[in-house]
Protein backbone atom coordinates (compact mmCIF):
# COMPACT_ATOMS: atom_id res chain seq x y z
CA UNK A 1 0.00 0.00 0.00
CA UNK A 2 2.87 2.12 0.37
CA UNK A 3 2.88 2.74 -3.52
CA UNK A 4 -0.01 5.09 -4.73
CA UNK A 5 -0.80 3.37 -7.96
CA UNK A 6 -0.92 -0.09 -6.39
CA UNK A 7 -3.59 1.16 -4.31
CA UNK A 8 -5.43 2.92 -7.12
CA UNK A 9 -5.24 -0.76 -8.96
CA UNK A 10 -6.72 -2.85 -5.99
CA UNK A 11 -9.58 -0.18 -6.12
CA UNK A 12 -10.65 -0.05 -9.33
CA UNK A 13 -9.74 -3.93 -9.62
CA UNK A 14 -12.58 -4.03 -6.69
CA UNK A 15 -14.93 -1.99 -8.33
CA UNK A 16 -14.59 -3.69 -11.75
CA UNK A 17 -15.48 -6.65 -9.90
CA UNK A 18 -18.01 -6.34 -7.69
CA UNK A 19 -19.55 -2.47 -8.80
CA UNK A 20 -19.13 -1.13 -5.23
CA UNK A 21 -16.64 -0.34 -2.21
CA UNK A 22 -19.01 -0.46 0.77
CA UNK A 23 -16.30 -0.91 3.49
CA UNK A 24 -12.12 -0.35 3.57
CA UNK A 25 -10.36 -2.06 6.83
CA UNK A 26 -6.55 -0.58 6.75
CA UNK A 27 -4.85 -3.69 7.75
CA UNK A 28 -1.72 -3.37 6.43
CA UNK A 29 0.92 -2.81 8.55
CA UNK A 30 5.44 -2.42 9.01
CA UNK A 31 7.40 -1.90 11.69
CA UNK A 32 11.60 -2.13 12.89
CA UNK A 33 12.03 -3.21 16.37
CA UNK A 34 14.43 -0.98 18.31
CA UNK A 35 15.10 -0.05 21.76
CA UNK A 36 13.05 3.35 22.79
CA UNK A 37 16.21 4.30 24.34
CA UNK A 38 18.69 3.44 21.98
CA UNK A 39 17.77 6.59 19.26
CA UNK A 40 21.00 5.42 16.93
CA UNK A 41 18.62 2.09 16.21
CA UNK A 42 16.49 4.29 13.93
CA UNK A 43 17.56 6.22 10.96
CA UNK A 44 15.43 8.29 8.72
CA UNK A 45 14.81 5.91 6.20
CA UNK A 46 13.36 3.49 8.70
CA UNK A 47 10.95 6.20 10.00
CA UNK A 48 10.30 7.22 6.27
CA UNK A 49 9.06 3.28 5.21
CA UNK A 50 7.23 2.76 8.74
CA UNK A 51 4.87 5.98 7.77
CA UNK A 52 4.60 4.63 4.14
CA UNK A 53 3.35 1.57 5.18
CA UNK A 54 1.44 2.58 8.41
CA UNK A 55 0.56 6.14 7.49
CA UNK A 56 0.46 7.11 3.83
CA UNK A 57 -0.58 3.78 2.47
CA UNK A 58 -3.73 4.20 4.87
CA UNK A 59 -4.67 7.45 3.30
CA UNK A 60 -3.69 6.27 -0.24
CA UNK A 61 -6.10 3.46 0.11
CA UNK A 62 -9.03 5.77 2.11
CA UNK A 63 -8.44 8.77 -0.92
CA UNK A 64 -9.06 5.80 -3.75
CA UNK A 65 -12.08 4.70 -2.12
CA UNK A 66 -13.53 7.65 -0.88
CA UNK A 67 -15.13 8.70 -4.62
CA UNK A 68 -16.82 5.16 -4.60
CA UNK A 69 -17.90 5.72 -1.25
CA UNK A 70 -19.35 9.08 -1.64
CA UNK A 71 -21.40 8.20 -4.91
CA UNK A 72 -23.05 5.23 -2.87
CA UNK A 73 -24.01 7.76 -0.56
CA UNK A 74 -22.15 6.04 2.99
CA UNK A 75 -18.77 3.85 3.43
CA UNK A 76 -17.05 2.63 6.24
CA UNK A 77 -13.35 2.92 7.05
CA UNK A 78 -11.33 1.19 9.40
CA UNK A 79 -8.06 1.66 10.39
CA UNK A 80 -6.07 -0.16 12.58
CA UNK A 81 -4.05 1.09 14.44
CA UNK A 82 -2.06 0.14 17.27
CA UNK A 83 -2.28 0.40 21.63
CA UNK A 84 1.20 1.87 20.68
CA UNK A 85 -0.30 5.19 18.79
CA UNK A 86 -1.86 5.61 22.72
CA UNK A 87 0.51 4.87 25.10
CA UNK A 88 3.92 5.52 23.31
CA UNK A 89 5.02 2.05 23.92
CA UNK A 90 5.76 -0.28 21.44
CA UNK A 91 8.52 -2.32 18.64
CA UNK A 92 10.28 1.10 17.83
CA UNK A 93 9.50 4.97 18.18
CA UNK A 94 8.51 5.34 15.12
CA UNK A 95 6.02 2.75 15.01
CA UNK A 96 4.51 4.05 17.93
CA UNK A 97 4.87 7.95 16.43
CA UNK A 98 3.41 6.01 13.22
CA UNK A 99 -0.08 4.86 14.71
CA UNK A 100 -0.37 8.29 16.51
CA UNK A 101 -0.37 9.96 13.42
CA UNK A 102 -2.44 6.99 12.20
CA UNK A 103 -5.04 8.01 15.09
CA UNK A 104 -4.99 11.40 14.40
CA UNK A 105 -5.39 10.73 10.62
CA UNK A 106 -8.73 9.21 11.90
CA UNK A 107 -9.95 12.09 13.59
CA UNK A 108 -9.21 14.38 10.66
CA UNK A 109 -10.91 12.34 7.88
CA UNK A 110 -13.74 11.27 10.13
CA UNK A 111 -14.39 15.03 10.00
CA UNK A 112 -13.43 15.70 6.55
CA UNK A 113 -15.40 12.60 5.01
CA UNK A 114 -19.10 13.00 7.04
CA UNK A 115 -21.31 12.64 6.56
CA UNK A 116 -21.45 10.10 3.94
CA UNK A 117 -18.00 8.49 5.29
CA UNK A 118 -17.34 6.99 8.72
CA UNK A 119 -13.60 7.03 9.56
CA UNK A 120 -13.12 4.79 12.54
CA UNK A 121 -9.87 3.09 14.42
CA UNK A 122 -9.31 -0.22 16.46
CA UNK A 123 -6.26 -0.25 18.76
CA UNK A 124 -5.32 -3.75 19.66
CA UNK A 125 -2.47 -4.47 22.13
CA UNK A 126 -0.73 -7.51 21.72
CA UNK A 127 -1.88 -10.51 19.86
CA UNK A 128 -0.94 -13.99 19.94
CA UNK A 129 -0.27 -14.83 16.35
CA UNK A 130 2.71 -16.95 14.14
CA UNK A 131 3.92 -13.34 13.80
CA UNK A 132 5.47 -12.86 17.24
CA UNK A 133 6.68 -16.56 17.70
CA UNK A 134 7.76 -16.61 13.92
CA UNK A 135 10.17 -13.55 15.14
CA UNK A 136 11.09 -14.28 18.72
CA UNK A 137 10.75 -18.15 19.00
CA UNK A 138 8.10 -20.24 20.28
CA UNK A 139 9.31 -20.16 23.81
CA UNK A 140 9.26 -16.16 23.78
CA UNK A 141 6.26 -15.94 22.41
CA UNK A 142 4.60 -17.97 25.46
CA UNK A 143 6.46 -16.03 27.83
CA UNK A 144 4.98 -12.66 25.90
CA UNK A 145 1.57 -13.99 26.05
CA UNK A 146 1.63 -15.55 29.94
CA UNK A 147 2.89 -12.21 30.76
CA UNK A 148 -0.39 -10.56 29.03
CA UNK A 149 -2.62 -13.43 31.00
CA UNK A 150 -1.22 -12.43 33.98
CA UNK A 151 -1.18 -8.47 34.11
CA UNK A 152 -4.15 -7.23 31.89
CA UNK A 153 -7.30 -6.35 33.82
CA UNK A 154 -9.16 -9.40 31.72
CA UNK A 155 -6.45 -11.57 32.64
CA UNK A 156 -6.00 -12.45 28.79
CA UNK A 157 -3.45 -12.08 25.36
CA UNK A 158 -5.75 -11.15 22.64
CA UNK A 159 -6.65 -12.91 19.82
CA UNK A 160 -6.95 -12.19 15.85
CA UNK A 161 -11.12 -13.10 16.30
CA UNK A 162 -11.25 -10.11 19.04
CA UNK A 163 -9.65 -7.51 16.45
CA UNK A 164 -12.13 -8.89 13.72
CA UNK A 165 -15.07 -8.62 16.14
CA UNK A 166 -14.51 -4.76 16.69
CA UNK A 167 -13.60 -4.00 12.72
CA UNK A 168 -16.70 -6.14 11.94
CA UNK A 169 -18.34 -3.52 13.94
CA UNK A 170 -17.52 -0.66 13.02
CA UNK A 171 -18.22 -2.21 9.49
CA UNK A 172 -21.60 -2.42 10.59
CA UNK A 173 -25.41 -0.98 10.68
CA UNK A 174 -24.78 -1.30 14.05
CA UNK A 175 -21.97 1.51 14.24
CA UNK A 176 -24.11 3.99 12.10
CA UNK A 177 -23.98 6.71 14.41
CA UNK A 178 -19.98 6.15 15.48
CA UNK A 179 -17.24 7.81 13.78
CA UNK A 180 -14.07 9.39 14.46
CA UNK A 181 -13.60 6.85 17.51
CA UNK A 182 -10.51 4.90 18.73
CA UNK A 183 -11.26 1.59 19.89
CA UNK A 184 -9.07 0.51 22.22
CA UNK A 185 -8.98 -3.56 22.01
CA UNK A 186 -6.37 -4.75 24.50
CA UNK A 187 -7.40 -6.59 27.45
CA UNK A 188 -7.40 -3.85 29.56
CA UNK A 189 -3.56 -2.69 29.30
CA UNK A 190 -4.11 0.63 28.79
CA UNK A 191 -5.26 1.26 31.99
CA UNK A 192 -1.76 0.68 33.54
CA UNK A 193 -0.44 3.88 31.62
CA UNK A 194 -1.78 7.36 32.33
CA UNK A 195 -3.06 9.80 31.63
CA UNK A 196 -4.47 8.84 28.43
CA UNK A 197 -6.18 12.46 26.43
CA UNK A 198 -4.93 11.58 23.11
CA UNK A 199 -7.45 9.33 22.21
Known sequence: VGEDADCRRIVDETVKKWGRVDVLVNNAGGTKFANHAELDELNAEDFLWIYKVNVVGAYQMIRACAPHMKQAGKG??????????????????????????????????????????????VCPGFIGTRWFS??????????????????????????????????????????????????????????GFAPLTAR
Open 76 to 121: SVVNVSSIAGVTGIGSSVAYAASKGALNTMTLSLARSLAPKIRVNA
Open 134 to 191: DRFGQQTFEGIKRQQEESTPLARAGTPEDIATAVVFFCGEGSDHITGETLITDAGMHL
